[in-house]
């Protein structure tokens, strides 16, 4: 089976710019879950999907973040606008049940300059 | 609250030696316990999990972790490196399903492995 992909796999963006990150999981994941690494630090959850729905939004670091998994499959994940301290590398997982494993993705890493 | 501490963001060893990778949690509630392990350019792969059954947990790769609930230690061991284990290492917890409404992974910093011929 396909694993979840992400796309696009670099972005370079000005300050200032919009950018959307795509995830696709993996066919018949009801869970879909975001989360950021910055700078080498540890990797931070954002959010996470139950089809379409949040479930748990508690990581979004501000109101410039905005997710949308339309009709519970892929997901995006829309940063306007950008500032410098959201460059980083963003993980989309998924998984078939809650507390299973969770599937990553190869990540998209975002800079801001 | 729940956190994950690892010890040494990088850790040099022999091809051959013993690979010693440490993580201590805290936890409120008995935490589901995971490593990952990222290779240069990959996503993040499931290494082994630990969900309150036997606390001797094998993963894929010959590798293995102990949890030890009065040391809050899931430590990763493998008794003899070999090259292809050079890469980025996370411990992650999670709280057991029911104790709260969250699934979601908490990691620690990473820990990078260097594997020396």
């Known amino acids: 089976e396909a694993g979840v992909t992400q796309f696009p796999s670099h972005s370079v963006i000005e300050k200032g710019q919009t950018v959307t990150l795509r995830c696709d999981p993996i066919?018949?994941?009801?869970?879909l879950y975001w989360y950021r690494r910055v700078m080498g630090k540890e990797i931070k959850f954002l959010l996470h999907?139950?089809?379409?729905?949040?479930?748990?939004e508690s990581g979004m670091p501000n109101n410039r973040f905005l997710a949308e998994r339309t009709g519970g499959t892929y997901s995006t994940l829309k940063v306007q606008p950008a500032e410098l301290e959201d460059s980083g590398v963003y993980f989309c997982?998924?998984?078939?049940?809650?507390?299973?494993?969770?599937?990553f993705g190869p990540g998209t890493r975002l800079t801001v300059t | 609250a729940q956190s994950v501490t690892q010890l040494g963001s990088h850790v040099s060893v022999s091809e051959g030696a013993l690979v010693l990778l440490r993580c201590n949690y805290s936890?409120?509630?008995?935490?589901?316990l995971f490593w990952y392990v990222q290779y240069p350019n990959q996503g993040l792969q499931l290494l082994l999990k630990?969900?309150?059954?036997?606390?001797l947990v094998k993963g894929i790769n010959g590798f293995e972790a102990e949890f030890k609930k009065s040391e809050t230690s899931f430590h990763l061991t493998k008794p003899s490196a070999h090259m292809r284990d050079a890469a980025e290492y996370f411990c992650?917890?999670?709280?057991?399903?029911?104790?709260?409404?969250?699934?979601?992974?908490?990691f620690g910093t990473g820990t990078r492995l260097q594997v020396f011929p």
């Open positions: 999907f139950v089809k379409e729905s949040k479930q748990d």
């Open positions: 997982a998924s998984s078939q049940d809650r507390v299973g494993e969770q599937y």
């Open positions: 630990y969900t309150s059954a036997a606390t």
């Open positions: 066919s018949g994941h009801d869970n």
């Open positions: 992650a917890v999670t709280p057991p399903p029911g104790a709260y409404n969250t699934d979601k992974l908490i």
């Open positions: 936890s409120s509630v008995p935490p589901y």
